[in-house]
């Protein structure tokens, strides 16, 4: 009898404590599909469910010195008992190096922790629906408060109390902390490394580091990540970049004229926020002072010269260095994922800032599928995780992110290493999962690169874009020159929309459809599909154009075509025409020959104007697309002279440019064209 009441009592205690531990004292199931089956269900319930720990000891602004002197602060995060006492067991930790200031973590965080607030608000967030209105894009907005990007920003207690010690770190120059901002730069990235080791020798850490955070954060991890810190185990990078320059700084030459200065402000104005509560106590930091008086506005000036400076070599010395190939800055802010080797666990969009490097992180870590995993949602920067956490679609990015750590740092057999391990939303689809993506794709899912030429016949489906052109298997043999000038129909547009972060989206007419923007651009349409097909990789687009001055700045984006007109964008790339010289020792072709990455030089040295009347031929990067194109609906390239305010060339190439109409020469014997994967029949 006492056996059977102890097998009862030890059955009783397995099926009440796996959630808190998220123990394996059963096999852990194989995820199956998007929302990862049985196992994603098991990885919600034990995030989502009681603790091991029922508080949060929270200690504020410890200084952590470094090899140069600088103290930067941190607010520490640590498992508590019922006395709110922090226990005494050694655990992981997550460290989190931000500029936004941890005070803005801490108030994320608190606004999260008030009982029943926080459910409340993520229950309101996501029963919000605009959908079927001109605002319905405010939706994916309010979502995202409740997929779990929140908890990876600023702080996540269900991870703390199940055993984490968290860290939020001011980077240098920023928040409380002391030196002056570095920008993602060397003595930034050695003070990453700094912070990890730290972490790793403290008294309550059990000497295994994680590291978590989104945008500047994720892209903080990748380049710790790329040193090899031994303490180092594992990273959840949410929307992180690689190639920053042309992510986001100058893509394909024209600089990053609206994300760019708002950052910078946003960024330079929290830097300056006091420690209130040093002053009241008469405690007040001399040194923070000093330090921000010495720097006041970091990079803000560069951003001015760039716009105030009319001639190339009279440029700031510093905005030359981000604009010259080989330079300091330059190699600091490309990184190389080949050098990664701890599991990480990549969340992107593909209307992301750094969608040009997502993916290609993916594919370029040395690791096996599993210890490497890439998500990307079909989203924009700051609603990323908006379409998770029910049937079919994947589980909470906070959700995610637990099971990545427990596997990863604790050892806990979870089953989120058979999870994806690429898990894509098909832009005019669903949630799918594969085994790889673009070059890593398996041989069944590598789609067939072709060319698609733009011909002058119209395609009698876009009569409101300055010349309805058609989109073509074979090329057409009549010449012709097509005229476009720069405007300002970009102000609403996709592009508008990715620069502002997602902002612009929740307007329909400008973040889910391309027609207004398509009034002064060229359009180049395909027939109809006849069955469904996917487009899926990296594409490019080679254009022969004339300019009347300088210089020229040529913009392309692939639309997917529905049947009612709407026209939207799946994909973008921009180029400056003096900047088109390629780097071949970092692009790459197709099977045919033909770029579907052609990775510009983007560097002073290589400049080349360009000369009035004659032909210049030009190759257009086109980010990574995954996306279905239904029966009916159709394929499309839209060209414009311009992409204000995504981009702005700097005040020297404005110059040039002259602002004045550029052409497109359609030659069959030079022949523009795009070069484009697709999966299926189209019956082009």
């Known amino acids: 009898m006492k056996c059977v009441l102890r097998a009862t009592v030890a059955l009783a205690a397995t099926v009440l404590l796996a959630p808190l531990l998220g123990s394996s004292a059963s096999a852990a199931p194989t995820p199956t599909g998007p929302d990862g089956g049985a196992a994603g269900a098991r990885w919600a319930a034990t995030h989502n469910g009681p603790q091991q720990y029922p508080n949060i000891h929270i200690t504020w602004d410890v200084p952590i010195t470094m090899s140069d002197g600088t103290v930067l602060k941190a607010n520490m995060y640590r498992p508590a008992d019922a006395a709110s006492r922090p226990i005494d067991t050694r655990t992981p930790v997550v460290v989190n190096m931000t500029p936004y200031t941890k005070l803005a973590s801490n108030l994320v965080d608190h606004a999260g922790s008030v009982p029943g607030l926080s459910d409340a608000l993520t229950q309101m967030a996501r029963d919000f629906d605009m959908t079927g209105t001109p605002l319905s894009g405010l939706t994916d907005l309010t979502k995202a408060l409740g997929g779990g990007a929140l908890r990876n920003f600023a702080v996540d207690r269900q991870l703390v109390k199940s055993g984490y010690v968290q860290v939020v770190v001011d980077v240098r120059g920023t ?11 060397q003595r930034e990235q050695r003070d990453t490394v700094e912070v990890i080791d730290w972490a790793a020798r403290q008294p309550w850490s059990d000497g295994r580091v994680g590291m978590s955070g989104m945008s500047y954060s994720g892209i903080n991890q990748l380049q710790a990540a790329e040193q090899h810190p031994p303490a180092l185990k594992a990273i959840f990078p949410v929307v992180p970049g690689s190639d920053l320059v042309q992510d986001v700084l100058i893509p394909g030459g024209g600089f990053g004229f609206n994300f760019i200065p708002l950052w910078l402000a946003g960024i330079n104005l929290t830097k300056w926020t006091p420690d209130v509560q040093s002053i009241l106590i008469g405690t007040f930091d001399q040194k923070w002072l000093h330090d921000r008086l010495s720097s006041p506005f970091t990079y803000l000036d560069v951003f001015l010269d760039a716009y105030t400076t009319p001639r190339v070599e009279d440029l700031d010395p510093r905005l030359q260095d981000m604009i010259r190939a080989g330079s300091a800055d330059r190699q600091a802010w490309l990184g190389d994922p080949a050098r990664i080797g701890v599991p990480t666990f990549v969340t992107g969009g593909w209307h992301d800032l750094f969608t040009y490097s997502e993916s290609q992180i993916y594919n370029r870590i040395p690791l096996p599928p599993g210890q490497k995993q890439l998500l990307m949602g079909d989203t924009y ?15 909470r990015l906070d959700v995610l992110q ?7 740092l604790k050892g806990i057999d979870n089953g989120i290493d058979g999870y994806g391990p690429v898990t894509l939303r098909q832009q005019g689809g669903d949630w799918v999962t594969q085994d790889g993506f673009g070059e890593s794709a398996p041989e069944q899912r590598r789609a067939e690169y072709r060319r698609m030429y733009l011909t002058a016949a119209s395609s009698g489906t876009a009569g409101h874009s300055v010349h309805d052109g058609s989109l073509t298997p074979a090329a057409d043999g009549t010449p012709a020159r097509l005229t476009i000038a720069p405007g300002l129909t970009g102000l609403c547009s996709n592009d508008a929309a990715q620069a502002t972060a997602g902002l612009v989206s929740v307007i329909n007419a400008c973040g889910a459809d391309s027609r207004i923007q398509e009034s002064n651009g060229l359009t180049f349409t395909s027939a109809p599909v006849g069955e469904a097909v996917e487009i899926s990789g990296p594409s490019a687009v080679r254009l022969e154009t004339v300019q009347d001055a300088a210089d020229g700045y040529w913009v392309v984006t692939v639309n997917d075509v529905a049947p009612d007109g709407q026209s939207r964008v799946l994909s973008s790339g921009q180029l400056m025409a003096s900047l088109r010289e390629i780097d071949d020792s970092l692009s790459s072709r197709s099977a045919n020959g033909d770029y579907i990455d052609p990775r510009p030089f983007l560097s002073i040295e290589h400049r080349r104007q360009t000369v009035p009347g004659e032909l210049t031929t030009l190759d257009i990067a086109i980010p990574a697309i995954e996306a279905k194109l239904e029966p009916g609906h159709r394929l499309r390239v839209d060209i414009y002279a311009g992409n204000f305010p995504k981009g702005l060339p700097i005040l020297p190439m404005l110059v040039d440019t002259g602002l004045k109409p550029q052409h497109l020469q359609l030659d069959p014997n030079r022949p523009s064209f795009l070069n484009v994967a697709v999966l299926g029949a189209p019956g082009w």
């Open 402 to 408: 637990r099971a990545w750590f427990d596997k990863w």
């Open 381 to 395: 920067h700051i609603n990323s995780g908006s379409e998770t956490s029910g049937p079919g679609l994947p589980p």
């Open 175 to 185: 928040g409380f902390s002391h030196g002056v901002w570095d920008m993602l730069r």
